[in-house]
């Protein structure tokens, strides 16, 4: 069995910060490239960021120079720290991520259950 946790979101004022952490447990071998995508409101999925194994980083544009993705391999944690928030943040935000479980082979795709973050003007 393997889960992904989020925590870190809530409630926050226009250009304030909040950190997002999503820690995977369970029988876990590896942990590919892991992901946060957020979804409003009537609104589409959509990638926020991503970061590879080796450390290798992507952002939407709406985010660059904001938001900075971190991962901390020994503790299978992926972490998003958001500065500068602006009201258009507010969604849901889910981590993402492949993992190969211990004693099998195939990568499976699992996603946390998401953390709200409100952002006020």
């Known amino acids: 069995q393997v889960q992904l946790v989020e925590s870190g979101g809530g409630l926050v004022q226009a250009g304030g910060s909040l950190r997002l952490s999503c820690a995977a447990s369970?029988?876990?071998?590896?942990?590919?490239?892991m992901n946060w995508y957020r979804q409003a409101p009537g609104k589409q999925r959509e990638l926020v960021s991503t970061?590879?194994?080796?450390?290798?980083?992507n952002y939407a544009d709406s985010v660059k120079g904001r938001f900075t993705i971190s991962r901390d391999n020994s503790k299978n944690t992926v972490y998003l720290q958001m500065n500068s928030l602006k009201p258009e943040d507010t969604a849901v935000y889910y981590c993402?991520?492949?993992?190969?479980?211990?004693?099998?082979?195939?990568?499976?795709?699992?996603w946390g259950q998401g953390t709200q973050v409100t952002v006020s003007s």
């Open positions: 970061i590879t194994s080796g450390g290798s980083t």
């Open positions: 369970g029988t876990i071998f590896s942990i590919n490239t």
């Open positions: 993402n991520t492949k993992i190969r479980r211990l004693g099998i082979g195939a990568l499976n795709d699992y």
